[in-house]
């Protein structure tokens, strides 16, 4: 393909999309194919011929797209929605024609500059202090893992990059059952190990850390010769919802002198709603936190917002600048490189530029506000149902039930019946999940372009295939 037929393919492209999402809700949410039902429809090696482009698009509808599932689909209920909106959608097709490496200042000063002015107006707009700087990391998973160095060398007086870990008292971070994986995956990375993970104990109907546990733990550790180095504090987590006493957490935090990162990668997205922030009153005395557009906002995969309130104590510990990554004659400037794991970055302000600029911070807490109101409805709708309970209450618009007729007797088995019938069926898709060890049905309203008859439709579904099992 050359350059000279792209406008040809890319109008059939942005002509496809159109017709895609104006069509999606016709197709089932999850994908209905079958293990290695496209991998043996591929050849077994790569072509050596240039072949056509139209085979190869016919290809991507015949064989792909069957074994897609539509995280694009309204009435995705399962984990969080990746939204891509048009907006954020003709931006990646720019930032894609643009090919940029962003890692320097220099090497794209736009890109720099956008990216600073774009996550400053996303601060403002949480109530966040302007102590606060960001960084769009490539995912939540990688913020953390940022977040998690940094508390480890500023444990280590930042001697661990250069003297490793060998020989160092054992270092202890501290978090619920409820945070994210990605924290055991940053503990793993960072050589902290597994075992000095502690993990807190839950209470209220928040499901937050126990406080009073917490501060028990880091004195017990300090007595027993362990440094504690930090605190990972959830604010919505994946599976109920979750959100920690941050107020309550930092203000440990800050007596014990550690690093606090709140994970928001979900609920983060709703501090845009003044209404909602109280719901992480103490998140401005943290050290970081991360949210992820493309889960409520739609500013598209990937791409997470990473604020810190110390931008020094990151880059003391990420950022190496040999010869050539360095800019010469130019004062006051900023190097995201240096703040993150990798050194490649891509444009991704830009997505969140295009935008926050198409749908202005209303139309996006609109939306925001309108999955709260309608899936709190279902719930209210769903738990008035005999043989229905509700697990977890709502969280922003998360919460749990489960499939509790009278008489039955494993309703685990029930509701993994229950759950996998749905998402065979197709109109809807939904995830499980595990509350104090007993299996629940999550449900999470937040696709960009989900309507109140969308999210009112879970519950004709719901019924009726419960309905159905014996």
């Known amino acids: 393909m050359k350059w000279d ?16 999402h104006g069509t999606i809700r016709d197709r089932p949410v999850r994908a209905q194919s079958q293990p290695g039902d496209v991998l043996n429809a591929l050849p077994t090696s790569a072509p050596e011929s240039p072949e056509d482009m139209e085979d190869v698009f016919n290809d991507f509808e015949q064989i792909v797209m069957p074994g897609m599932t539509h ?45 600073t002015r774009v996550l400053d107006w996303l601060r403002q707009a949480m109530g966040l202090p302007d102590a606060f700087s960001g ?43 409820e945070v994210h994986t990605s924290i055991d995956r940053a503990i793993w990375i960072s050589g902290i190990g597994e075992a000095n993970l502690v993990r807190i104990p839950i209470i209220g109907e928040n499901r937050a850390m ?14 027993n010769g362990m440094v504690p180095a930090g605190i990972v504090a959830c604010v919505g987590g994946t599976g109920t919802g979750a959100t920690d006493d941050i107020a309550a957490v930092s203000a440990i935090a800050k007596r014990h002198d550690l690093y606090l990162h709140v994970d928001a990668a979900w609920a983060g997205n709703a501090m845009i709603c003044p209404e909602f922030q109280p719901m992480w009153a103490g998140a401005e005395e ?39 990554l360095k800019t010469h004659g130019k004062d006051g400037i900023v190097n995201y490189s240096e703040w993150s794991v990798p050194l490649g970055r891509r444009f991704r ?42 697990v977890t209450k709502p969280m922003w618009s998360l919460w749990t039930f489960r499939h509790a007729p009278k008489g039955a007797t494993d309703l685990d088995e029930l509701n993994l019946r229950l759950v996998t019938a749905i998402n065979d ?23 960009f372009e989900a309507t109140e008859d969308d999210v009112m439709m879970a519950y004709d579904v719901i019924t009726e295939i419960s309905e159905g099992l014996k």
Not at 138 to 163: C, F, H, I, P, Y
Not at 217 to 223: E, R
Not at 295 to 307: N, P
Not at 363 to 388: E, P, Q, Y
């Open 210 to 223: 126990d406080s009073a546990a917490l501060e028990a733990a880091i004195v017990a550790d300090k007595a």
């Open 135 to 177: 960084v769009i990391q490539d995912s939540a998973s990688g913020a953390t893992l940022a977040a998690v160095l940094t508390m480890r060398e500023r444990a280590l007086k930042w001697q661990g990059n250069s003297q490793g870990l060998p020989g160092q008292k054992p270092l202890r971070v501290y978090a619920s059952r």
């Open 286 to 324: 943290a050290d970081s936190i991360v949210f992820n557009p493309y889960k409520w906002i739609g500013g598209q995969f990937d791409g997470s917002v990473h604020f810190v309130r110390s931008p020094e104590d990151l880059t003391r510990t990420l950022a190496i600048s040999p010869e050539y």
């Open 5 to 20: 037929e792209f406008s040809e393919w890319g109008r059939r492209a942005a002509d496809w999309a159109q017709e895609y």
């Open 349 to 390: 302000a830009l997505k969140l530029w295009f935008l926050i600029r198409a749908y202005g911070l209303e139309g996006l807490r609109s939306r925001i506000r309108n999955h709260v109101t309608w899936s709190r409805a279902l719930h209210d709708k769903l738990g008035a149902v005999s043989g229905f309970e509700i």
């Open 425 to 447: 069926d197709g109109r809807i898709y939904l995830t499980q999940t595990r509350v104090d060890g007993v299996l629940a049905i999550r449900f999470q309203a937040g696709h």
């Open 71 to 115: 995280w694009q689909h309204p009435r995705f209920f399962a984990y969080f929605p990746t939204n891509a909106t048009p907006a954020s959608v003709l931006a990646e097709y720019m930032i894609a024609n643009l090919s940029a490496q962003c890692m320097l200042w220099q090497t794209s000063p736009a890109a720099t500059e956008l990216e």
